[in-house]
């Protein structure tokens, strides 16, 4: 009797399973679309990281070096703090920064008060000229600050306000920008929300602190950074009312540190690198409500 060969599938079916039991490997495509992305953020990051580097490299070097010709990256003479020693030896660095923490901190309450009371009065509020003055407001966005200095000092002097803090605070409370930006926030939150707290009886007022508001924070919290930021950064209006060394804010106060002599390289870097000492730190601590505001309302550049 003839043995009948059949084919036996248990080694294909044994391998097959243990393939289908066995974790497999996964694979990431990488395109050439991924790969020119990242070629092109590295290079962004390298074209914002030079000058930084730049600007802190020359600040540790001795004035020599920095005005050396052809420039060096390496110092010859090594690195050193003299640059640092002589603002510090001005005597008023800490009234100068006093003053821009005071500055800083007043321009965003006050900028913060009123904007988000301007914003909400365009978002919800119904009153005449509404749109005429909230296109004036929008409009104002174009306008160089630069050109108002003129006349903003006569006012100023006319109100015997210069060389005050008020001066230097006051002007910079006006924030269109921050307007615009507060009012289409505003406009994304469902007005059912406020027309039931009208229904129980609440004021508007009420409404705005406890509804609005607290919906609000991140936005906020990133409009008030960036108000902070303009605010200690505002070199031209401090530098036109103020005329006392002990009301000076921080940018204006270093510009009067100078030698004597030329052009102080290694000494305006370190200038420029002590001023920006606080605006790291307070990027540093609140960068996710940076982030958010920017991926939010996109008023990265205002």
């Not at 129980?200 to 108000?227: C, E, K, Y």
Request: a positive charge; hydrophobic letters at 55%.
């Amino acid at each position: 009797m003839s043995a009948v060969l059949v084919p036996s599938h248990t080694e294909p079916q044994r391998r097959s399973a243990q393939g289908a039991g066995s974790p497999t490997p996964h694979r990431r495509h990488v395109t050439a679309g991924t790969v020119l992305s990242y070629v092109a953020v590295a290079v962004l990051a390298v074209i914002w990281l030079v000058p930084l580097f730049w600007a802190v490299n020359t600040a540790f070097k001795s004035e020599t070096d920095a005005s050396a010709s052809p420039v060096h990256v390496l110092p010859a003479h090594g690195y050193t703090v003299d640059a640092f020693r002589l603002i510090f030896q001005s005597g008023r660095v800490q009234v100068w920064l006093g003053n821009s923490v005071i500055v800083a901190v007043a321009v965003t309450a006050i900028t913060l008060v009123v904007s988000t009371l301007c914003a909400y009065a365009f978002a919800r509020l119904d009153f005449p000229f509404r749109r005429v003055l909230y296109t004036i407001t929008v409009g104002s966005i174009l306008v160089p600050t630069q050109i108002f200095i003129v006349p903003l000092y006569d006012e100023l002097r006319s109100l015997h306000m210069i060389d005050t803090y008020w001066a230097i605070i006051l002007p910079q409370t006006i924030a269109p920008v921050m307007v615009f930006v507060l009012k289409r926030f505003f406009d994304e939150i469902p007005r059912e929300l406020e027309e039931a707290a009208l229904v129980d009886g609440a004021s508007r007022l009420r409404i705005f602190g406890q509804i609005v508001l607290p919906l609000s924070r991140p936005i906020i919290a990133a409009v008030s950074i960036f108000v902070f930021i303009g605010a200690w950064n505002n070199f031209l209006l401090p530098f036109i009312v103020t005329n006392n060394p002990n009301l000076m804010t921080l940018p204006v106060g270093l510009q009067t540190v100078t030698p004597g002599y030329g052009v102080t390289y290694a000494l305006q870097m370190a200038e420029a690198v002590f001023a920006a000492l606080p605006l790291i730190v307070v990027f540093v601590l609140f960068q996710r409500q940076i982030i958010r505001g920017i991926a939010t309302t996109g008023i990265a550049g205002q």
